[in-house]
């Protein structure tokens, strides 16, 4: 079988670099495969049938966040976005993990370093942060509610040294009082009916503008519902929705 460039087969069906690259990430040209950042189409693979304007390319971030994630895409937004908000968010809560190592564990699911110790908890956290990006970009259009932030934050703490403290209250509200940054939070016992007015007013906007989102990740920190920090995952969620 030959297998022929984007370049190639764009000449060959009339169309953009751009639409061939969007028909492969989306599963509609059989045979089709990256290598490495490249794809391979088939010489005599079919050029898609376009029903309608609006299917020919994503509309939304959202659509092609969902479609790199299902055609395991290299290199786009998708891959840029689980490597920098793992990243970034693991950084904020203290991970010693570089960007570089971050990207490691990303694309090859290994830890490749030398002459250097590791924090488990830290890659750990890394891999699960993966896991949640991706089930915030499936459910990123189904209304936040407690039960999926728990389960966020059970991701999340899975399998940790956290995980195996029983005051910790991993995957559900917190126990005890803490301090974050100086502040006092909400009192365990006052978060439930903090995070319940919190999401019905979040919910009931129809159209999230972007006000709206970084007012939702103020109230959230001022709560601050779990043991540890979660806020970063939430935000992700909102962005995507």
């Known amino acids: 079988m030959r297998y022929l460039s984007v370049t190639e087969i764009a000449k060959k069906w009339n169309v953009s670099e ?3 690259r969007n028909y492969c990430a989306q599963g509609r ?5 990256l290598a ?3 794809w391979n189409i088939p010489e005599n693979a079919e050029k898609p049938e376009r029903s309608n304007k609006k299917k020919e390319q994503p509309i939304t971030l959202l659509d092609i966040l969902q479609e790199q994630k299902a055609s395991k895409y290299t290199g786009g937004i998708y891959h840029k976005t689980q490597i920098d908000l793992t990243y970034n968010s693991n950084h904020i809560e203290g991970s010693r993990l570089t960007h570089d190592q971050t990207r490691y564990i990303f694309e090859t699911n290994t830890i490749g370093v030398e002459n250097e110790v590791l924090n488990v908890d830290d890659v750990i956290e890394t891999v699960n942060h993966f896991r949640c990006i991706d089930i915030i970009i499936d459910h990123a259009k ?12 059970l991701i999340q703490k899975n399998g940790t040294s956290d995980s195996r403290k029983d005051w910790f209250a991993v995957g559900d509200y917190k126990k005890m009082p803490n301090e974050v940054g100086g502040m006092d939070p909400a009192l365990p016992e006052e978060v439930a009916d903090k995070m319940k007015v919190l999401l019905t007013e979040y919910n009931t ?3 999230k503008t972007f006000e709206d989102i970084l007012d ?7 709560i601050h519902p779990f043991q540890d920090k ?4 939430v935000k992700d969620l909102c962005l995507c929705a």
């Open 18 to 20: 751009r639409s061939v």
């Open 216 to 222: 939702f990740h103020v109230k959230f920190e001022r």
């Open 36 to 38: 490495g950042k490249t």
């Open 230 to 233: 979660l806020e970063t995952q």
């Open 142 to 153: 189904a209304a936040l509610t407690e039960k999926f932030i728990k389960e966020l934050h």
């Open 205 to 207: 906007k129809e159209e």
């Open 29 to 33: 040209v059989v045979g089709a495969f």
